[in-house]
């Protein structure tokens, strides 16, 4: 059993910062990605950003060179966004792939953190 708690989104100005979190909690021996996604209103939930358990990353090209994904401290990851756009406005959601003897395969979700980008 896996939980996974976003924070960190707000309201910040284009071309502003913002740094999101994803605090995991429960049994995690093995998984195999965390990742982020995003979901405006009326729009399909699109892939952000992920890390695999072993460091390597991958990002969208709508957000390559602005956002960062990264590690922290345990069960903890975190999505430094730089240069906000209005249309980076959206839920964010965190994701992980256990591959727990007995939960191999289920994806996690957070309940999300809301990012909105204006002036």
């Known amino acids: 059993q896996v939980t996974l708690v976003e924070s960190g989104g707000g309201l910040v100005q284009p071309g502003g910062s913002l740094r999101l979190s994803c605090a995991a909690s429960?049994?995690?021996?093995?998984?195999?990605?965390v990742a982020w996604y995003r979901q405006a209103p009326g729009e399909e939930r699109d892939f952000v950003a992920h890390?695999?358990?072993?460091?390597?990353t991958s990002y969208a090209d709508s957000v390559k060179g602005r956002f960062t994904i990264s590690r922290g401290s345990a069960n903890s990851w975190t999505l430094q966004m730089r240069g906000l756009r209005q249309e980076d406005t959206a839920t964010y959601y965190c994701?992980?792939?256990?591959?727990?003897?007995?939960?191999?395969?289920?994806?996690?979700w957070g309940r999300g953190t809301q990012v909105t980008v204006s002036s």
């Open positions: 994701s992980l792939e256990s591959r727990d003897i007995g939960t191999y395969g289920t994806i996690f």
């Open positions: 890390i695999g358990s072993g460091g390597t």
């Open positions: 429960g049994n995690i021996y093995s998984y195999y990605v």
